[in-house]
Structures are given as structure tokens and as C-alpha cells.
């Protein structure tokens, strides 16, 4: 074809590599998509769930995806001396710790850990903030999740004393020696302890997908016109 002395050849090779390359491109950006439309649906889901009434956590043990983003409440006691301080927690600015205390079910003995909030670390990182810890029988309500929690280990020693780097649950269940539900509870419902409880709305990584569906669009967009580009050569005058 020739279009005002331009002309445009087609070579077998090139035109099917490039043909290739853009259809897988093209495949995996719908694929990104597809995830992106799954990861929203996942999400709304669990937005119902968290709208969902309140559920009381009972004392046998429990499934953790029959449990996991309910409104959940939780009556017991807390038990203090297996408090843990996740370390590396910001706010604002700021860092601290997500201070997590163990709640005994009732006369059982089945626990369930709380994340009780944020406090502000001290002034050293051996110096531990006071948190005060309500006695007696107590009422939690919060949103349940998934125990363990894990986060970029700054050391092989991720475990100093009551400071912890990540919360696995098997590991707290061999360093206290309780029996666990399957769950850590958001702590929603305030208690004057001094702890910050604003918790970030889970994030359905939908907007990642949807972000390499556009790569994976433009590149191949751009495979398409380097092969046109490549395609369109000038015509040369005949001698005379």
C-alpha cells in the first residue's frame, strides 16, 4: 500500500512477533482486570460483613474465615502478663507500638488476643509505655482478623521481651503456652486507657491491578506502532 510516496510493506517475521507480543500483552492486561473486578467484589463483600450485626465470639473454637471482618464481641478477662507491643506502628508521625493483650472466654480456657490501639513510644526503646489494663470481667467489640500479621523483620531477633517485630500466632501460643482462637480483634468500643483505636480501612488492592492493566495496554500500544513505524518506508525515485 502507498499513501504520497510512503509505503507500507508488511514482512512475514516481524508482523507475526509483533502480532504475538501484542496478544499476550493484551491478555494480560484483561487479566489484570479481571483480578481488579474480583479484589472489588471480595470488597464489597466484606464491607457487608462489617455491617453485618454484632456476633458474640463463643468459647469452642472457631473457623477464622466463618469470623473474619464480622463485628465481633468479646466478654472475659484480660490477662496482662502476656501483653505484647508490636514495634515499628506509626501515627501520625510518630512511632510507637500496637499494644496486644490476651482476653480468657468466660470461666474457659480458650483466649483471644486484642489489639487494644496505639501508644507513643518512650523516650528510649528500653523504656516500655505504661498501659493500664481494665481488672475484672470486661466487654470487647471490634472487628475480627487474621492473627497473624506479618511485616519486613528488621533482625534475625525478632522477639525481645514483651517487643515483637511481627505477630505470628503459633509463635505467641509456644511462648505463653494458651489456647487460641483462630482471630485478633480490632478493639473499636473506646476505654480510658490512653490508646489510639483508628484502625485503616483494608485496602482491596484493586487499584494495583488496575495499574498493570495499563502497563500491560500501553506497551502494547506501544509494540504496535514501533511495528507500524518500522513498516513505513519512503519510496525511492527510479534513476532515469
Known amino acids: 500500500m502507498t499513501i504520497s510516496g510512503w509505503q507500507f510493506r508488511v514482512k512475514l517475521w516481524p508482523t507475526a512477533a509483533a502480532t504475538i507480543v501484542i ?61 505484647i507491643y508490636l514495634d515499628n506502628k506509626v501515627h501520625k508521625g510518630k512511632i510507637g507500638y500496637e499494644v496486644i493483650t490476651p482476653v480468657k472466654l468466660g470461666d474457659s480456657s480458650m483466649h483471644v488476643l486484642i489489639n487494644r490501639g496505639w501508644v ?34 528488621l533482625s534475625a531477633n525478632t522477639v525481645s521481651g514483651q517487643v515483637w517485630e511481627n505477630l505470628h500466632i503459633e509463635r505467641y501460643r509456644e511462648a505463653t503456652g494458651l489456647t487460641l482462637q483462630p482471630l485478633l480483634i480490632l478493639q473499636q468500643n473506646n476505654v480510658k486507657d490512653g490508646l489510639v483505636r483508628k484502625w485503616n480501612r483494608p485496602d482491596s488492592g484493586a487499584t494495583r491491578n488496575l ?27 527510479k534513476n532515469t
Not at 463483600?45 to 465481633?72: A, G, H, K, M, W
Not at 507513643?120 to 523504656?127: F, P, Q, S
Not at 470487647?140 to 511485616?151: K, L, M, N
Open 23 to 83: 496478544i499476550i500483552m493484551v491478555m494480560l492486561g484483561n487479566w489484570q482486570l479481571s483480578r481488579a473486578q474480583e479484589k472489588e467484589e471480595r470488597q464489597e463483600r466484606l464491607d457487608q460483613l462489617s455491617q453485618q450485626p454484632v456476633i458474640s465470639l463463643p468459647t469452642t473454637q472457631v473457623n477464622l474465615e466463618d469470623y473474619q471482618f464480622r463485628r465481633i464481641e468479646v466478654h472475659g478477662t484480660y490477662v496482662p502478663l502476656h501483653t
Open 120 to 153: 507513643a513510644a518512650g523516650r528510649t526503646r528500653d523504656e516500655l509505655p505504661f498501659v493500664p489494663t481494665p481488672d475484672g470481667q470486661v466487654t470487647v467489640s471490634g472487628i475480627a482478623h487474621s492473627p497473624t500479621q506479618r511485616t519486613l523483620e
Open 211 to 237: 495499574g498493570y492493566a495499563f502497563q500491560w495496554f500501553s506497551m502494547a500500544l506501544a509494540v504496535l506502532i514501533i511495528y507500524l513505524v518500522l513498516s513505513v518506508k519512503r519510496d525511492r525515485p
